[in-house]
């Protein structure tokens, strides 16, 4: 029933491995992305994925990678983890570029 | 200047009473509106948008929006505890997916 899913809810792991993010969505929706929320609750968008066009916010660091097998997934790779890391990452989905958007229940991400 | 700013707050009302929230942005081509609410532990969840200037209500929840002031808030009737959360705006321009910008949120707490 869940209309985008993320796996797994937690994540804790030690600095310098590389770990990935699965989200699935199943409303059909055409858009897809990935927020990190950090510690101060600021919400604050990494990727967006719409008809195969990736938009990277230039302020995320290449260590972190979009990987989109089809419309209704979007995972995220990150590469060499790093303290400044740890987060709850968001994925979302909406109808078409600028809908509002549907939140998965984001993965808590911890850096040990 | 930040892009999208909201009192953190905490905003405190009695239940029953009217909870006024706002937001303000700086981008003059900013074309579409959402309220979020995020309550702790949680993942946002979309309580209005709004694209056109005017009032839009939805139960005891109305958005205004003045583009020429670049403000808009969200004015939810008859508070009940339940409303207890943090209120998130964002802002979009339109066509442009990766430039959905959030304000760091509202913290509200309606006393019983």
């Known amino acids: 029933d869940t209309a985008v899913s993320q796996t797994p809810k937690y994540l804790v792991t030690q600095m310098g491995n590389d770990k990935s993010i699965k989200c699935e969505q199943n409303l059909g929706h055409d858009t897809m992305y990935w927020y990190k929320q950090d510690s101060k609750k600021f919400l604050k968008i990494m990727f967006s994925y719409n008809n195969k066009e990736l938009i990277i916010n230039e302020t995320v660091p290449n260590r972190f990678s979009p990987k989109s097998p089809d419309k209704a997934h979007l995972n995220l790779h990150i590469n060499s983890l790093e303290l400044g890391d740890s987060a709850v990452y968001f994925c979302a989905s909406s109808l078409d570029t600028n809908q509002p958007q549907h939140f998965g229940d984001g993965t808590r991400l911890s850096i040990l | ?112």
Not at chain 2, 4 to 30: F, H, K, M, W
Not at chain 2, 53 to 69: V, Y
């Open chain 2, 1 to 112: 200047q930040k892009e999208v700013e909201q009192n953190s707050g905490p905003l405190s009302v009695p239940e029953g009473a009217i909870a006024s929230l706002n937001c303000t942005y700086s981008d003059r081509g900013s074309q579409s509106f959402f309220w979020y609410r995020q309550y702790s532990g949680k993942s946002p969840e979309l309580i209005m948008f709004i694209y056109s200037n005017g009032d839009k209500e939805d139960g005891r929840f109305t958005a205004q929006l003045n583009k020429a002031s670049q403000y808009v808030s969200l004015l939810i009737r008859d508070s009940q505890p339940s409303d207890s959360a943090t209120y998130l705006c964002a802002v979009n321009r339109l066509g442009n997916n990766n430039d959905m910008r959030f304000g760091a949120g509202t913290r509200l707490t309606v006393k019983p």
